[in-house]
């Protein structure tokens, strides 16, 4: 509910930017804001998560796919995700979120989406997005083919993802997942 403002604003101001190509690097400029703090004055490890949200709403927009996974009733679903910080920001700093696509796999897109302020990364993280749709996950190649988006040759995840993908894996749904210690 945090975000409900931002999400409305960017619902409405996508069309006055530039489009994007699916695989082009999304930027969306940003400011900290008294609810993205905590108590120490800075954006809170949690929110920004919540802020690569909508980076990654902003490309799909712009790109003109997310109009078409909508029509197929197909949701976006985050798999994973994982960040890196390196420096704090702190309330009323300008910064962009910065969002690409690095990575296919048969279920997932790879996105590596970043905080910048004056062209430095202080945050970066690492998401496996997938599709649900009415009957279940959809396969990347045939969302791929939907957005009739043309694939980058050189479009390689860095080696690590697959690794991290599987060890960090959960059992599926449909399956028990009892929590012991």
Same mark, same amino acid.
């Given at each position: 509910?945090?975000?409900? !403002?931002?999400?409305?604003?960017? +619902? ?31 954006? @809170? @490890? ?5 802020? !690569?949200?909508?980076? %990654? !709403?902003? =490309?799909?927009? %712009?790109?003109? +796919? ?17 960040? %890196? ?43 496996? +997005? ?34 991290? =993908? ?16």
């Amino acid at each position: 509910m945090h975000m409900i !403002f931002r999400l409305i604003l960017l +619902a409405f101001a996508w069309r006055t930017r530039p489009k994007l190509g699916l695989f082009d690097v999304g930027r969306m400029p940003m400011r900290a804001t008294l609810t993205d703090i905590d108590f120490a004055g800075h954006i @809170n @490890n949690g929110m920004y998560f919540s802020i !690569f949200d909508l980076g %990654r !709403f902003d =490309l799909l927009l %712009r790109a003109g +796919a997310w109009q078409r996974i909508r029509r197929r009733r197909w949701q976006p679903v985050v798999q994973a995700e994982t960040i %890196r910080f390196r420096k704090s920001v702190e309330l009323g700093t300008r910064f962009e979120i910065e969002s690409r696509i690095v990575g296919l796999d048969e279920r997932h897109a790879f996105l590596e989406q970043r905080i910048v302020v004056d062209g430095e990364v202080y945050a970066s993280g690492m998401i496996a +997005a997938r599709f649900k749709g009415p009957k279940g996950p959809v396969p990347m190649s045939e969302v791929i083919d939907v957005l009739g988006a043309d694939v980058p040759a050189d479009l390689r995840e860095p080696a690590w993802v697959a690794d991290w =993908l599987e060890e960090t894996r959960l059992p599926s749904a449909r399956r028990p997942a009892p929590s012991t210690w």
